[in-house]
């Protein structure tokens, strides 16, 4: 997706600078929403808002890079989630972890260069019962073992 | 009228109770039995682990493992009944392909005192006129129309509610401190956060009942003299956030949230605030450093939040399930509730039972139940082959009671004599294939990764500590390095600035106190 850097182009971001009554108080909404619209928080985004909140860009970038669930590149193409709450890890996260990292090629936290996959872990989703899980692609894989695990993440598109 | 309920809860749907629900609707307008059997999605039905749960009215019964492929013979078996000209006079004869009718004498319903969850379970989360039929917001016209502020403060006090957010401070108390303070435009938080990893009551309190909540904050407003309200909740709750959303619009339509309720000159609203994934926002300076759009970073107190709170106006701060305990309280009474639980901690409260224990699930309990209760007969103990080896309560702040303990009364004191705390509910069960030191470095690099980073002791520290539990793990790690886990683990309480940093040490130093052989089994020989 071309990444749009002319303020003009983060049209569809008014309505909800709008609905805020463009008041700094409700930044991290924004953000959330300038997330939703544009899928990551490019730099050119970030200006738009702190230019539409009347912010510095330093606060703007300063709370943003705060909070862990705001993306400051492009989403992966597909999305690989362990959960490490206490229940998944007593359960066999770390195996679900190594098995994520061999199968991708990737460290926890990691990127594939060219966008295909990234890893990430997750602090309990609050379905403990289906523990040990993991989230690919906003899909839950309930009491997962690595080798269904392993045979999942073969079956994602290339 | 014979009814199914159906739990669309997180953790149902996950396992496919929505596909569930598809395939009853299929089947019942197909039998054209719409105007005989009632559908309801519902919230948590209690025992997640087997779940998807759905139950059946008039019977009462629970059926465990239910599936789409059971819908046509489910739908069947209730068309046999109701030709046969009763509703119930007959037990059902049905039961899921793969699942089971469960046995409600089991202890984990039968111990089991549903306050806060009263109709969590029994109503449709999504429609506002179900919860007004079973009496939702029906607390807060009586108190609009009758009661005075000082009378609702009053009550409260004399209940001994304690907030169950993890600090157990008294609510009544707290409420008294907010309305005391001067000035006409003061604020209501519910803290949603839910941070604690294993801990899932909240989430179920809201996607299950969320007027319950909406209700319990008006009443708060009203007391302490408040006319606005955030629920700050995580990003991670995604149902939760839409079940929240739907909810307060309905209550504004509905005339039960927005300006002159009930006719009185009383007007409350409510705004959802979304958090983005940092666990130190469920303190509550950072709460409100976040709601006000900054960086979660928590601040010294005092000044507290009931003097300088959101904006700088004076604050309330209650957890989701304190003020669902709110409107029960008031409708029955002070002293009804006092009766329940101990001396020290009335009521019940709400647990998320889960690890390796073999029945899972969401109960309330009285407080005061033992743990042996709640972990051995309502949760069945650990899985086939395996043996309790500890209880981990209290998340990331708290600790973890041994197996030779589980005799413990669980109320805030008992709790806090053991090195550990009540904590927000969340209960994770350790069998004995379960590593302590492991567990202990587990929560440390927890702790580590959300430590806000504004004070030393808790950023360094816990990077320190952190350091040194792996290098137990690895077995390279000295006599001198355990003691060195002690001092370096109490100067980190004693000095950090908030709550995380002051309590990060506490799951390893309870893992130290009552599991200290795992660790000198780790040390390097001399
Ligand atoms: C690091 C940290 C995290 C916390 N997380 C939560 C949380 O997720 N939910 C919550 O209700 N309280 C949490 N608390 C406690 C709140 O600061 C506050 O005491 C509570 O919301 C007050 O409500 P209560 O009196 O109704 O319990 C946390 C405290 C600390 C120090
Ligand atoms: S610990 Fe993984 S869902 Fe709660």
């Known amino acids: 997706m071309p990444v749009p850097t002319k303020p003009e182009s983060f049209m569809a971001l008014e309505a909800v600078l709008l609905r805020h009554h463009r008041s700094p108080d409700s930044l991290i909404e924004i953000l959330h929403q300038s997330q939703n619209l544009y899928s990551y928080l490019s730099d050119p985004l970030l200006r738009h808002v702190a230019t539409r909140l009347k912010l510095p860009l330093s606060r703007v970038k300063g709370t943003a890079s705060f909070y862990h669930l705001f993306r400051f590149q492009p989403p992966a193409r597909h999305r690989c989630v362990v959960c490490t709450g206490t229940a998944c890890q007593i359960q066999g996260a770390s195996a679900l972890i190594e098995a994520m990292e061999e199968s991708l090629g990737l460290q926890m936290g990691d990127r594939r260069g060219d966008g295909w996959v990234s890893l990430s872990e997750v602090r309990c989703l609050g379905t403990c019962s289906d523990a040990p899980l993991v989230l690919i692609d906003g899909t839950v894989g309930r009491q997962q073992s690595s080798d269904g695990l392993r045979r999942w993440l073969q079956e994602l598109e290339p | 009228m014979n009814g199914l309920r159906c739990c669309a809860s997180a953790g149902c749907l996950a396992r496919g109770s929505g596909a569930l629900i598809g395939a009853l609707e299929t089947a019942i307008s197909r039998a054209e039995l719409g105007d005989r059997i009632q559908l309801r999605p519902v919230g948590c039905l209690g025992p997640c682990s087997q779940g998807p749960l759905l139950a059946l009215d008039p019977d009462g019964d629970l059926y465990a493992g239910v599936g789409p492929q059971d819908a046509e013979t489910l739908v069947a078996a209730l068309a046999r009944r109701l030709h046969q000209g009763s509703d119930q006079a007959t037990p059902l004869e049905w039961a899921p392909a793969r699942g089971e009718r469960l046995d409600l004498r089991a202890p984990f319903f039968q111990r089991q005192r549903r306050i806060v969850l009263e109709h969590c379970g029994l109503i449709d989360p999504t429609d506002l006129e179900q919860a007004i039929a079973v009496g939702a917001y029906g607390q807060l016209e009586r108190v ?96 939760a956030i839409e079940r929240l959303r739907l909810a307060i619009d309905q209550a504004v339509r509905r005339g039960r949230l927005g300006p002159a309720l009930f006719g009185t000159g009383f007007g409350f609203s409510v705004e959802l605030r979304v958090g983005a994934g940092a666990y130190v926002c469920g303190e509550e300076t950072a709460l409100i450093a976040s709601i006000e759009g900054k960086r979660g970073t928590p601040r010294p107190r005092p000044p507290y939040p009931a003097e300088r709170g959101v904006g700088g106006k004076p604050t309330l701060i209650n957890n989701v399930e304190t003020l669902a305990n709110v409107a029960p309280i008031l409708r029955e009474g002070a002293d009804w509730f006092a009766a329940i639980g101990t001396a020290g901690s009335a009521g019940t409260k709400v647990f998320s039972l889960t690890g390796h224990v073999r029945r899972g699930g969401l109960v309330e309990v009285p407080m005061g139940t033992s743990l042996t209760t709640v972990v051995l007969e309502m949760g069945e103990g650990a899985p086939e082959g395996s043996a309790v080896k500890a209880v981990q309560t209290g998340g990331p702040s708290g600790g973890c009671v041994p197996a030779d303990r589980l005799d413990t009364p669980l109320d805030y004191e008992s709790l806090q004599a053991l090195g550990t705390i009540m904590g927000s509910g969340g209960m994770v069960v350790l069998d004995q294939s379960t590593d302590m030191v492991a567990l202990a470095a587990y929560f440390m690099a927890f702790c580590r990764e959300e430590s806000c980073g504004k004070c030393v002791p808790c950023r360094a520290g816990t990077v320190q500590l952190h350091g040194l539990l792996e290098r137990i793990l690895a077995g390279s790690a000295s006599r001198a390095d355990l003691d060195q886990l002690e001092t370096l683990g109490a100067m980190v309480m004693d000095t950090s600035l908030c709550g995380l940093g002051q309590s990060a040490p506490k799951p390893m130093l309870s893992t130290l106190r009552y599991f200290r052989g795992d660790y000198l089994a780790r040390l390097e020989a001399p």
Request: aromatic share 8%.
């Open chain 2, 144 to 239: 609009l129309q009758g009661w005075s502020p000082e009378r609702v403060l009053t009550e409260l006090q004399r209940s001994g509610l304690r907030g169950r957010g993890g600090a157990g401070y008294p609510t009544g108390l707290k409420w008294a401190t907010v309305a005391r303070m001067p000035g006409a435009r003061k604020v209501v938080v519910c803290n949603a956060d839910e941070g604690d990893p294993g801990a899932f009551m909240d989430r179920a309190v809201l996607e299950g009942d969320p007027h319950r909540v909406l209700e319990g904050m008006a009443i708060a407003a009203y007391a302490v003299g408040a006319d606005h309200g955030f629920i700050y909740i995580r990003a991670e709750y995604a149902l």
